[in-house]
């Protein structure tokens, strides 16, 4: 019986299933999403879940005045999701911390559009159009030092990566080196050129979305798309894809 450990980018799968309306965000849900993956010659190793404490200081909104973050619905709805992480099974969250970058504010961008098409004037602008430039710190590395554990420690047979981001690929070809089998699961997201040709193949579990995925979703078929237990391929390097 062969193991699979699952890495997870824990804000690029939030970001990507609320937009799909795949499935319902928390911990029972992804794990379920997880062993979709798994052959019936492999079992769970661990799902490993990167993702990034919420902010809770204080700060002064430039249209609403002095505000605690800590006090926001965003940060009791995270805390939510964390606790349901906690009580799922086989999960190890690796968690990060959220930074406010100089007490920075950002508009929203289709607002910001209409204001520089004229469409919109300073004064229509209101509180939820402006949020904080706030980032995670500390995950991207902790993730890839991870996979290079994995591997150097034969920790698994088959590793898949839930993420599309360029960052991870230099643990990718590092784990590929020390022999472990690496899946990507970009979501049907077209994943950064370099992470698709540093995997082993890419394959998404999660049924293909309508043209769009319904909501102005883009949709990508990959042509390195495989999947492992039946053999199916991807589209033929000559075929256009529905959408990119």
């Not at 204001?115 to 919109?120: F, I, Y």
């Not at 020390?178 to 699961?185: F, I, K, S």
Request: hydrophobic share 40%.
């Amino acid at each position: 019986m062969q193991k699979v450990i699952f890495v997870v980018d824990g804000e690029f799968m939030r970001k990507r299933i609320i937009a799909l309306k795949a499935f319902y965000f928390d911990g029972p849900g992804i794990r379920r999403h997880c062993l979709s993956h798994l052959g019936d010659d492999e079992r769970l190793g661990r799902i490993m879940y990167y993702d990034a404490l919420p902010f809770t200081g204080r700060g002064e909104h430039p249209v609403s005045g002095p505000m605690d973050f800590s006090q926001t619905p965003l940060v009791a709805r995270k805390q939510q999701f964390l606790q349901s992480m906690r009580i799922t099974p086989q999960v190890f969250m690796r968690l990060g911390r959220s930074a406010w970058q100089a007490g920075q504010w950002q508009l929203d961008s289709t607002k910001l559009g209409e204001l520089m098409a004229g469409e919109l004037d300073v004064d229509d602008i209101e509180a939820g159009d402006i949020y904080p430039d706030i980032r995670q710190k500390g995950v991207d590395v902790c993730l890839g030092l991870d996979i290079a554990t994995i591997a150097i420690k034969k920790m698994a047979d088959r590793l898949v990566l839930i993420a599309n981001d360029a960052d991870y690929v230099p643990a990718v070809k590092m784990a590929r080196r020390e022999g472990l089998t690496v899946a990507l699961d970009p979501l049907w997201t077209r994943a950064a050129e370099d992470l698709r040709e540093s995997v082993d193949y890419i394959v998404n579990k999660l049924p293909r979305p309508q043209h769009g995925g319904g909501h102005g979703v883009h949709v990508f078929d990959d042509p390195k798309e495989y999947d492992p237990f039946t053999g199916k391929t991807g589209r033929l390097d000559d075929e256009q894809p529905d959408d990119i």
